[in-house]
């Protein structure tokens, strides 16, 4: 029974052409998306490969992971390049294009793509699947022949369900294997790995996104009336909440101002220099300059120390509050499985601020002789794949329950529904 | 008057719907057109409205060549759709009012909309009710109320009487009389062949796409026209 | 058109939109579109009001430390950030405080960038617009009603006409109200204060959103003249929708970038850089030793004198008053030398720069073409131009710091220098702490309406053409339409 109300549901997708338009959609979308985001990942690798340093520049820079064409996230601001200097550490390769139009329309990189436009198609594919049928009458006849209402909610779902994930899923295998030959990404182990927990991960999401869509079915009885409501959640689901969840966050985790924080390093800057001059106009020799260089390095750690807080805070207030919508709860994880989320970038702050304390002995040892030292290498650690999911337990929870009270939500309601 | 001259349509698929028909309804007469389902009746009504061009030949209102020229030959037709559908939102007078104001009637006012829906027996309490709530008799009310505000000396109907309970089809056909006496020209397509017979100045009946015959409502006095229409369509079973 | 035709098509419309208005569907769009509009633009009043607070404070606090520790040599490193603009209370803008240059940047304002009307309006309205409009027709053939309409006196282009503008009436009202909320919100915040000219921007920049989401309308209705049922409408406006907001506007920097190619920026910079400091400093140098050989040449006992410490030089220049004049022309030689080695180097970087502006500007030109195949990125650039948050107010700007540089700070500087010198000319006063809090600041100067509506009127003339070009093809679509 259940199987057969799903295999229709499988049938008129087909028929009608929705799921061929759909196939196509996505395969034109992913690949517009894989395009773009590679094109942009062989631009910040060139860049990389201009910032490199050579084993006698004090420089801290990550290369670009391969995994960030999947989703973008916050790979600009890691791709910097950190230069330690007497002084500071000075920030290179913040702009990475020429043509600023490059950041003013939304990125269809892969996440986007899931987050955004195919829990888009989920609603709207879900959005009608009881009133609809309702409608055309054909609800009356399912139950009159013996369907009970629950095989029914499950048959069309699961039917419903396969229709829409299907064509996207066709469409994103295929890249997948076209990615290698097409546009020559390369990726390793590890990588494939993270790439299969996200797509996982993201056809959870998306199949809530479709449950809260036919919950939303079983509540209304015209789909005209069925397709705004589905649009008016879409809006608070993908935007509306993700976006105040983060407003919130500011309100209760407060951070200082980064014009005040720039000013704070600007007079320590000044202040340490100044003293540098008048003691050594004062008559005192010695390596003067060197200590308050010295001095600047700790001052500006302990405002590093202090920013870190505050942002971490933040970062940890805000993961909270936006959970609490499933596009929120996936776009946490996913950009921690691909290693370009907001924790990655603290991690690499926190690994440049490491790399900082070691070589700094070496610079001033540099400026000193004022010959070439030779630096030990950058490495950037990362999480690994089992930890990220381990510390994303929260988030994928979130998801699954939404999805479990939108399918009690469903099943509650069709229980009621007047088929008439 | 209605002119069918060598009225052609064969869609794409090949199928010959309409089957060189010609027809002539006078100004004051009553014209049904019987046949079973899919033999022309519907299409015959939708190329005098331009809902679908004719391949061959031509449909004329008033002598207006309705393909060359379909805005002046609407004007001068009313049609009363199988199953009328209006605006659910709006109220009945709202609905009528739309309509008129787009045949070009601007001068009524809410009296002349309740005194036409009186008229077509339609009650006073729906008047001002949406029209989604309403019965098919009553959408069909209205939906000849559309075309009594027209004022169009031709009315065509498809299947105006489907589903409606006896006393509402007979209120509805005697409307029709009404109207004829008015001198109006009424073109309907149904499948009862009573009221047919009691109220139409000439019966056709359709086959195939083909008018297989016409009688007056003289000759029809000595026919049995059950038998007959029963008869022409056995010679379809039979071949 | 003949009378009867014009009033048609008015009908229609306000058949369309009166039954819009007394529908469900009509009063969750209203919700979202009002509370869209209302929510933004009251969030970022606040933002700017936080900004402006921001702005005071680094202003108070860099007036405090160039007070208590300004020197000349590091003037630079009292950066003050630009006034914050006042219309990013309803437009972000190309930069979007990512703050990438600064180790203290906070990723989360990358992560989820604060909306603003240009994203709100272009990316969800075009949406809510395209599904507000998809059924026009397959809806209202669905519905049966189509026949009787058809079978008036009525042209099909009246019908579509009428349709489409009934519609986008419908879906103007809540627009409308929200854009009025917004600006109460703005006259009502005691930080924010808007000038004529910016409150005329906002008023073009409403009426573009409208004309903007009224292209879409036409679009949704032009999808709904060429398909049969309201689930295909569907589908198609979301490819439509996907095509003009997502793959145009993301595609167009990329291939312009392969048409319009521009050298690394990154490995300019980097270049420049060099060229700016060590190269300068070898440069300077070198030819500060070529100019002053000959004056220490010719004045062999001011070498005695230069070994010397600050506190020696003075007593030394009191003694013998001949050193001070030997001492003038060193220094001005000196200046001369690293004014000619700063004028050089400089030269060398801006042709650098000139060439690659060239490649760059033509890559912007290109990309902007690409664009206009999709409506929305003509609303962004208008929205950006309008707002003065764009590219072309970024250019203005720095043409007027260059300026200011040139005619105010400049001669200020030397001024500075100068009078200080002739106090004491053995100080090294580009080291000592001066007050320096009297700095002249660079304040920007906003183009004037007029400007910005002129550079704004192209892109707002291109979505008029979408909206005629999209009703055309409707009217097109639905003159072969079935509407049984």
Not at chain 2, 120 to 148: C, D, N, P, W, Y
Request: charged fraction near 20%.
């Amino acid at each position: 029974m259940i199987w057969t109300i799903a295999r229709r549901e499988i049938s008129e997708a087909l028929f009608t052409g929705r799921a061929l338009l759909l196939f196509v959609i996505a395969l034109a979308l992913l690949g517009t998306g894989l395009y773009v985001m590679d094109r942009d990942y062989d631009a910040r690798r060139a860049n990389y490969d201009v910032i490199r340093p050579d084993p006698t520049q004090p420089i801290a820079v990550a290369p670009p992971s391969p995994l960030s064409v999947f989703a973008r996230g916050l790979d600009d601001a890691m791709g910097r390049s950190f230069e330690v200097s007497v002084i500071g550490i000075d920030i290179g390769g913040s702009q990475a294009s020429a043509n600023p139009l490059f950041g003013l329309f939304p990125t269809p990189d892969w996440l986007y793509l899931f987050r955004v436009v195919f829990a888009l198609v989920a609603f709207l594919f879900g959005f009608d699947l009881i009133c609809g049928d309702k409608e055309r009458g054909t609800l009356k006849l399912m139950v009159s022949s013996g369907a009970s209402r629950g095989a029914i909610a499950v048959g069309k779902w699961l039917g419903g369900w396969l229709a829409f994930l299907t064509p996207i899923a066709l469409a994103t295998a295929l890249w997948l294997v076209l990615a290698r030959p097409v546009f020559g990404i390369a990726l390793r182990g590890d990588d494939w790995a993270r790439i299969l927990a996200f797509l996982a991960l993201a056809a959870v999401y998306l199949s809530v996104c479709y449950a809260i869509a036919v919950a939303i079915s079983a509540l209304f009885h015209r789909s005209g009336t069925a397709l705004v409501a589905a649009l008016f959640t879409w809006v608070v689901v993908v935007f509306v909440i993700p976006s105040f969840g983060v407003l919130a966050a500011r309100q209760i985790a407060h951070v200082r101002p980064l014009a005040l924080v720039t000013a704070e390093r600007s007079r320590i800057f000044g202040s340490e220099m100044m003293r540098a001059y008048e003691e050594r106009r004062a008559g005192r020799t010695g390596p003067v300059f060197q200590e308050h260089w010295a001095e600047m390095h700790r001052r500006g750690e302990q405002v590093s120390d202090r920013v870190a807080g505050e942002l971490g805070a933040l970062a940890r207030t805000s993961a909270s509050l936006v959970r609490l919508s499933p596009a929120g709860a996936f776009d946490g994880l996913a950009t921690r499985m691909l290693g370009t989320s907001v924790v990655d970038e603290a991690r690499l702050k926190r690994d440049v601020r490491r790399y900082t304390g070691a070589i700094l002995p070496l610079v001033f040892e540099s400026r000193n002789a004022g010959a070439e030292v030779e630096y030990p290498a950058f490495t950037e650690s990362r999480a690994t794949l089992g930890r990220v999911l381990a510390d994303g337990r929260a988030d994928l929870a979130a998801i699954v329950v939404i999805g479990a009270l939108a399918t009690l939500v469903l099943f509650v309601a069709l229980n009621r529904y007047d088929i008439r | 008057m209605l002119e069918a001259i060598d009225l052609t349509k064969r869609y794409e698929d090949g199928l010959l719907a309409l089957d060189h028909l010609n027809l002539t309804v006078e100004p004051g007469e009553i014209f049904c057109l019987l046949g079973a389902n899919g033999a022309g009746k519907t299409t015959t009504i939708n190329l005098f409205f331009d809902f679908i061009v004719p391949t061959d030949g031509s449909a004329r209102i008033d002598g207006i060549e309705v393909a060359r020229e379909p805005l002046a030959a609407k004007r001068n037709a009313a049609y009363v759709s199988e199953n009328v559908m209006l605006y659910g939102n709006f109220t009945a007078r709202q609905n009528l009012d739309f309509f008129a104001q787009l045949s070009g009637r601007r001068e009524l006012g809410r009296e002349d909309y309740y005194m036409v829906l009186r008229r077509v027996g339609l009650q006073e309490k729906a008047f001002e009710q949406r029209v989604k709530t309403f019965s098919k008799g009553m959408r069909q009310k209205l939906g000849i109320a559309i075309a009594i505000v027209k004022d169009a000396p031709n009315v065509l109907l498809d299947e105006p009487t489907a589903g409606l309970d006896p006393k509402a089809a007979a209120e509805f056909m005697a409307l029709l009389g009404e109207l004829r006496g008015e001198g109006k020209t009424i073109f309907m397509s149904t499948h009862d062949i009573f009221r047919a017979k009691e109220h139409a100045d000439r019966v056709g009946i359709m086959k195939e796409g083909r008018l297989v015959m016409v009688r007056t409502r003289r000759e029809l006095a000595e026919e049995d026209l059950e038998r007959l229409y029963l008869d022409y369509m056995e010679v379809e079973a039979a071949a | 058109m003949n009378k009867q035709a014009a009033v048609s098509w008015r009908l229609v419309a306000w058949k369309e939109c009166r039954e819009l208005l007394v529908s469900g569907r009509f009063l969750v769009v209203a919700v979202i579109v009002f509370g869209l509009v209302a929510t933004t633009v009251t969030v970022l009043t606040r933002s700017y009001a936080r900004d402006l607070a921001d702005y005071g404070s680094a202003v108070a606090d860099r007036q405090e430390s160039l007070r208590q520790h300004g020197h000349l040599n590091r003037l630079g490193a009292w950066y003050l950030p630009d006034r914050p603009n006042p219309m990013t209370a309803v437009v972000r803008g190309l930069h979007q405080n990512a703050n990438l240059e600064s180790l203290d940047n906070d990723p989360l304002a990358v992560a989820y960038p604060l909306p603003d009307l240009a994203v709100v309006v272009g990316v969800l309205f075009s949406l809510l617009a395209l599904l507000f409009a998809h059924d026009a027709m397959s809806g209202e053939r669905e519905d049966g009603t189509l026949r009787l309409l058809v079978a008036h006196d009525i042209s099909r282009v009246s019908i579509v006409v009428g349709k489409a503008v009934g519609r986008a009436l419908a879906l103007l009202v809540p627009l409308a109200a929200g854009m009025l909320t917004g600006a109460l919100v703005i006259a009502g915040s005691p930080n924010l204060e808007w000038s004529a000219s910016e409150w005329g921007a906002a008023t073009v920049l409403a009426a573009a959103a409208a004309i903007y989401v009224t292209a879409f309308v036409c679009l949704g209705v032009m999808i709904s003249a060429w398909t049969r049922t309201a689930r295909t409408s569907l589908v198609v406006s979301l490819a439509a929708w996907a095509v003009f907001i997502l793959i145009v506007p993301a595609l167009s920097p990329y291939i312009a970038g392969e048409l319009r190619p521009t050298d690394s920026l990154t490995q300019l910079q980097r270049r420049v850089r060099v060229m700016g400091d060590t190269e300068r400093d070898e440069l300077g140098n070198r030819l500060s030793r070529e100019y002053l050989a000959p004056i220490r040449e010719r004045h062999p006992e001011i070498e005695g004198f230069l070994a010397l410490d600050e506190q020696a030089r003075r007593t030394a220049l009191t003694t013998d008053p001949r050193l001070a004049a030997v001492l003038d022309t060193l220094r001005a030689a000196s200046d001369s030398a690293w004014r000619t080695a700063n004028r050089i180097q400089s030269e060398a970087i801006d042709a650098l720069w000139a060439d690659f502006e060239i490649e760059r500007e033509a890559q912007i030109r290109a990309t902007r073409r690409l664009s206009s195949v999709s409506p929305y990125p003509a609303w962004v650039f208008a929205a950006l131009d309008l707002t003065g948050t764009g590219l072309r107010a970024e250019q203005r700007r720095e043409l007027q710091a260059e300026a200011f540089a040139q005619t105010t700070f400049m001669p200020w500087r030397r001024a500075l220098t100068d009078s200080l010198i002739a106090i004491d000319p053995t100080v090294d006063w580009w080291n000592t702490h001066i007050d320096l809090s009297s700095v002249p600041t660079f304040s920007y100067r906003p183009e004037s309406l007029a400007g910005r509506v002129v550079a704004a009127a192209p892109q707002i003339g291109l979505l008029l053409l979408f909206a005629f070009a999209f009703l055309a093809v409707g009217v097109a679509g639905f003159n072969g339409y079935d509407v049984r």
